[in-house]
């Protein structure tokens, strides 16, 4: 079927798909942002039926040269027009030191923000494909236990692939996980509490594709 003119819309109170069928179990909807969305109009944003947003504080270690150019302009304004939000940042660690260094990463730029939605390690790069699945489990837990015990709700990111062939380690089941697959409908088969069903949503405040 063509693609719905109602795609990932609400209609008569529910949510639906890129071929207008109901989604089932959607509650709400956010967008993912990062420095390459520009400056955004937030206050459009919040008008055009938004929930929430998922905010990339940065990538990598922690250095301020990779914190994202964006972050306090987009934080500072979902908290300015009440959007609740939360935090990724995309991770290269291959290393518990690594995974340490972007957990300090993130816990310094969160220093005076409340977000209600988790941190989510951004977990896709190349880079760990060199590592065993066992070893990913390993990062992650140590990322999530420092954020964790700061007191913030945590979560991983990731493409379906990564999902059902790297990120099967039954500590994955323990945190929030944020599923990215661009399809009318979620392949992903576990429980999960996000999905991000499309790189090319259109918002009211942001120029050009936007992920939702």
């Not at 003119?5 to 967008?31: L, M, P, T």
């Not at 942002?33 to 955004?40: A, D």
């Not at 938004?50 to 972050?71: K, L, T, V």
Request: aromatic letters at 14%; one cysteine or more; a negative charge.
């Amino acid at each position: 079927r063509s693609t719905s003119r109602y795609a990932w819309q609400k209609v008569d109170g529910h949510f639906v798909n890129s071929e207008g069928d109901r989604i089932k179990g959607a509650v709400k909807k956010g967008i993912d942002v990062s420095e390459h969305n520009g400056k955004i109009n937030w206050r459009q944003v919040k008008e055009d039926g938004i929930d929430f947003a998922i905010i990339r504080c940065g990538y990598g270690s922690n250095h301020s040269s990779q914190d994202d150019e964006r972050w306090e302009y987009n934080v500072e304004q979902c908290e300015k027009y009440g959007i609740p939000y939360g935090v990724y940042i995309y991770s290269y660690a291959d290393s518990v030191a690594k995974a340490d260094s972007e957990a300090e990463h993130v816990l310094r730029l969160l220093k005076g923000h409340h977000p209600t939605y988790p941190v989510y390690y951004d977990m896709e790069d190349d880079r760990l494909l060199k590592v065993s699945d066992t070893s990913v489990a390993g990062l992650a837990r140590t990322f999530c236990r420092t954020v964790k015990s700061a007191g913030y709700d945590v979560g991983v990111y990731a493409n379906l692939s990564w999902w059902n062939d790297h990120l099967t380690s039954s500590s994955f089941d323990k945190w929030s996980k944020w599923v990215a697959h661009y399809n009318p409908t979620c392949g992903y088969k576990e429980d999960y509490d996000m999905w991000q069903c499309t790189s090319s949503g259109r918002v009211d405040g942001v120029d050009g594709n936007v992920s939702l």
